[in-house]
C-alpha cells in the first residue's frame, strides 16, 4: 500500500474572526456581544490542515496579504508541515477574513472579504505547476477565482493527476470544467445548483448522481450530513450511512471529509474505504468548535467507534 500519500490543495486562506452574542443583531443596532475568537479558516487551508494532520505531505497554493494576519497564518500552515512555499504574500492587498456572529440558538451571520483570496491568478497557478505535478491528488474548492481552478485542473490533467472538486460555495460550473474533473463532492444544495435546479429542491441520490454523470462528472460523492454518503459504484447507486454523534459546530467538516477522502485515494485504499474513513473525521470534527481547531489526528479517526 503506497505511502506518505501528497496533496497539493488549491484554495482559501482566512481568518475568522467571531464573536457569540444572545442573537443576531438588527440592522443598524449595536449588541454586546460575549466571546471573541480568531480562528484560521478558509476552505483551502482547511483542507490542507487535515490532510496534513492524516499524514499525508501537503503543499499548499493561495495568497496571503502582509499583513498580520497573513503573518499569523502562514505561520500556522508551517507549524501543521505544510509547504508553503508556493503561498504568494502580497503587500498591497489585505489577508482574506470572516466576520461571524454566532447566536445562542446556534445561527450565525458571516460577512466575507475575499482580500488575498482573489488575487490567486491563472498565472500564479503555472508557477506553481511543481507542486501540481508531483501531486497523487489536486485538492480544490471554490473560494478562489474561477479562472485559476481552470488552470490547475489543466496543469493536473497534463501530469496525469487525480482532481477533486469540493464546488464549495456553491455555483454554476461549465461542463468542460466538469468533464476534466475526476470526482466531485458537492452537498444537496450544491448538486442542485450544478445541474440548474433550485438550491433547496428536494434531492434524489440515484437520480441526481446520474444528472451530473451526464453533465460529465465521472465520479460524484453526494454528502447528505446526517443521511450519510451517496456514490456510484459499477451500475449501482451505494449509501454510505453518517456516523451517529451530537453535532456542536459543522464548520469545515466538508473540508475534513474531502481531506480524509484525497488522502486515502492517495494511499491506494479502495473507494468504500476511503469514504468510510473521510466520515468518520468529519463526525469527528463536528462534535469540536471552530474550523483548524475541529480537525482530528489521523489516529483519532482510526480509534473511532464503528456506526452505532
Do not use: W
Not at 164 to 182: C, E, G, H, M, T
Amino acid at each position: 500500500m503506497k505511502k506518505n500519500a501528497k496533496i497539493a490543495v488549491i484554495g482559501s486562506i482566512n481568518m475568522d474572526l467571531v464573536i457569540k452574542a444572545p442573537r443576531i443583531p438588527l440592522p443598524g443596532e449595536t449588541l454586546l456581544g460575549r466571546d471573541f475568537s480568531m480562528i484560521p479558516g478558509g476552505k483551502g487551508a482547511n483542507q490542507a490542515v487535515a490532510a496534513s494532520r492524516f499524514n499525508a505531505e501537503v503543499q499548499m497554493i493561495g495568497c496571503l496579504g502582509e499583513d498580520a494576519f497573513g503573518q499569523s497564518l502562514l505561520h500556522l500552515l508551517q507549524q501543521e508541515g505544510i509547504d508553503t512555499r508556493h503561498v504568494a504574500v502580497l503587500p498591497d492587498v489585505s489577508t482574506g477574513i470572516a466576520l461571524i456572529t454566532v447566536s445562542d440558538e446556534g445561527g450565525n451571520t458571516i460577512l466575507l472579504s475575499s482580500g488575498a483570496n482573489a488575487r490567486l491568478t491563472p498565472e500564479k497557478v503555472r508557477q506553481a505547476e511543481e507542486a501540481i505535478e508531483v501531486a497523487d491528488i489536486l485538492l480544490l474548492q471554490l473560494e478562489v477565482p474561477l479562472e485559476a481552478i481552470e488552470e490547475a485542473v489543466l496543469l493536473a490533467k497534463r501530469h496525469d493527476v487525480c482532481v477533486i472538486l469540493d464546488p464549495a460555495p456553491a455555483r454554476p460550473l461549465p461542463s468542460a470544467l466538469l468533464q476534466k474533473v475526476d470526482i466531485i463532492t458537492p452537498n444537496e444544495t450544491e448538486a442542485n445548483i450544478l445541474v440548474g435546479r433550485e438550491p433547496s429542491d428536494t434531492v434524489d441520490p440515484a437520480l441526481m448522481i446520474k444528472s451530473l454523470s451526464a453533465a460529465g462528472v465521472r465520479q460524484t460523492i453526494l454528502t447528505a450530513g446526517e443521511n450519510g454518503v451517496y456514490y456510484q459504484a459499477a451500475d449501482t447507486v451505494v449509501h454510505s450511512p453518517a456516523y451517529p454523534v451530537q453535532a456542536v459546530d459543522t464548520t469545515a467538516a466538508g473540508d475534513c471529509f474531502n481531506a480524509g477522502l484525497a488522502v486515502m485515494l492517495a494511499e491506494g485504499r479502495p473507494l468504500d474505504e476511503a469514504i468510510q474513513f473521510a466520515q468518520k473525521a468529519a463526525a469527528l470534527s463536528v462534535t469540536r468548535f471552530g474550523a483548524q481547531p475541529s480537525l482530528p489526528m489521523r489516529a483519532e479517526v482510526e480509534q473511532m467507534d464503528v456506526r452505532g
